[in-house]
């Protein structure tokens, strides 16, 4: 059933009565000194808390939109993970100073993500990174980042682990130089070579994020060359640079000799040249996730190129239009559907759920945009027979726990296959109208979506108020419920009906969000 709310513990009682009373507590700024002694600093009430009770006041005032004002509270000596994602320009400079003091033991640092906000990192945030050498994990993404910060990176912060710069245009191959690049030549001089040594020191990266920048091919190869334990490099250019690195060994007679590669994912996007994703492959020994996104000439055969990774666990494959279900991802799935964890497909016609279900009996999420189930299954399209089938248990994907459904056309018989996994946590559903109530009903005697935990159902209308009535049990645990309907088509979303699940909700005592929108 939805989760009885329980009481709420000490600890969140406490937490919530803390920041509560920030607003009363008073502060001195302190100023940028890193010679200033720690009996002139701000002191903070919380300081001596241990260090998981001040990460959840933390987390507690990021979840309440509080982090700008009251940040500098947990900012203390203990403290290993900045949050910084709803702060200003201004308030950053504040906490980073403060933190360069008091916590330059900091391992991850987490700066704001909107796309539609560029934020200003200037020169008096960067000096602050010299201080915090320890730091591992750096999230940068959508600022003004440039070169001078990678090399401020590269010369202060060599454990850095995770580092994610995409979207910062001004990040150029130049930066990538500075942050892993070996030492380069400086210039003769009396006889005399000098090299830069002093940037560059980052070489345990295993996670570079630098997609929409100004990194071009050079800058992704000198990543390729320099950091031996890369494994996840996500910008538009990879491909086609470990492409041309195998063809121009082949060209130079050196392929005994061409490196390997760490890198567990890989994306190929268009434009694209038939073949650079096998040449590609024999570089990156370890590759379990492929991306294939919007790719007009893309093939069959070029998806057959994939039957050479030895681990596939993840495909994600989209808007390809000479990509056919049958002859291009069956025969795929049929090599490796045993061990898929994940499988997204966009944009196919003819797709047979039944062969799915048998050939990927491991998946853990499923998503299929704006697809068409195929009426005829595939194993019996050259049989005589072909509706005339023996009846036998339809395989169930028993570890499936993520299912999307968004703007495909299925048969009753792929939907009921699909809705009865009974291990879903998470289910969206949008603009399918085989999904009934019957359905629903049928799919509840299986398992009574006891382990179902977020539901998003949003413009199917042949679903009626029964139908969510059967979700709004004691006998499936969900937390959140949206349902977005369209009010010339469906008479569900009526205020009596709305009033009446909250009603129940509420004299049900449930842990359970429910969102009710009507277009």
Not at 85 to 91: G, L, R, Y
Not at 233 to 256: G, I, T, W, Y
Not at 469 to 493: A, R, W
Not at 494 to 507: F, I
Request: some cysteine; glycine content about 4%; proline content about 4%.
């Amino acid at each position: 059933m939805p989760r009885t709310k329980s009481p709420k513990t000490l600890l969140e009682l406490s937490i919530a009565h803390v920041v509560q009373r920030m607003d009363k507590w008073s502060w001195k700024p302190i100023k940028l000194s890193y010679t200033i002694s720690d009996s002139e600093l701000g002191t903070s009430p919380l300081h001596q808390l241990p260090i998981l009770v001040l990460e959840e006041i933390m987390y507690y005032l990021h979840y309440n939109d509080l982090l700008g004002n009251h940040l500098k509270w947990v900012i203390s000596s203990q403290l290993t993970e900045l949050l910084l994602t709803s702060c200003n320009e201004v308030q950053i400079r504040g906490y980073l100073k403060h933190a360069a003091i008091q916590c330059p033991g900091m391992k991850s640092m987490e700066f704001q993500r909107c796309r539609d906000n560029i934020l200003d990192i200037d020169t008096s945030i960067l000096q602050c990174f010299p201080k915090f050498q320890q730091l591992e994990k750096l999230e940068i993404a959508y600022t003004s980042v440039g070169d001078n910060s990678l090399e401020v990176f590269g010369t202060y912060c060599k454990y850095l682990r995770e580092l994610d710069v995409s979207h910062c245009p001004a990040v150029t191959d130049a930066g990538i130089q500075r942050l892993c690049g070996d030492a380069h030549h400086l210039g003769e001089e009396s006889g005399r070579i000098d090299y830069m040594w002093d940037n560059g020191k980052c070489k345990c990266i295993q996670i570079l994020l630098v997609k929409g920048t100004s990194v071009t091919k050079k800058g992704i190869q000198i990543a390729l060359q320099n950091l031996p334990s890369l494994r996840v490099l996500r910008h538009e250019l990879v491909l086609e640079v470990l492409s041309d690195m195998h063809q121009l060994a082949f060209e130079s007679n050196n392929l005994p000799l061409i490196s390997k590669y760490s890198l567990i994912e890989i994306a190929v996007a268009s434009p694209y040249t038939h073949g650079s994703l096998g040449l590609a492959l024999l570089l990156c020994p370890s590759i379990v996730n492929v991306k294939i996104k919007g790719i007009s000439g893309f093939l069959n055969s070029d998806l057959f190129e994939l039957l050479s990774v030895a681990s596939l666990c993840h495909l994600h494959i989209s808007a390809c239009p000479e990509v056919t279900f049958y002859d291009g991802v069956i025969p795929l799935l049929k090599a490796h559907g045993n061990l898929l964890e994940s499988l997204k497909l966009k944009t196919f016609n003819d797709v047979d759920f039944h062969s799915i279900s048998e050939l990927c009996p491991n998946l853990n999420s499923l998503s299929i945009d704006n697809c068409v189930c195929c009426e005829i299954p595939v194993g019996e399209q050259d049989s005589s027979v072909r509706w005339k089938r023996i009846q036998v248990e339809r395989p169930i994907l028993k570890n499936l726990e993520v299912l999307r459904l968004i703007y495909s056309s299925l048969n009753p018989e792929s939907l009921l296959l699909l809705l009865s996994s009974p291990s879903l946590r998470g289910l969206e559903i949008t603009g399918c109208f085989e999904l009934t109530d019957g359905i629903l009903e049928t799919d509840a005697l299986l398992h009574d979506f006891q382990n179902l935990e977020e539901l998003l159902v949003a413009f199917c209308d042949s679903l009626t108020k029964k139908g969510i009535d059967l979700l709004m049990s004691d006998k499936n645990s969900i937390k959140e419920m949206t349902l977005l309907f369209n009010h010339t088509h469906s008479e569900l979303l009526t205020a009596e009906n709305m009033n009446e699940w909250k009603d129940k909700s509420k004299q049900k005592n449930w842990e359970l969000k429910l969102d009710f929108l009507c277009y």
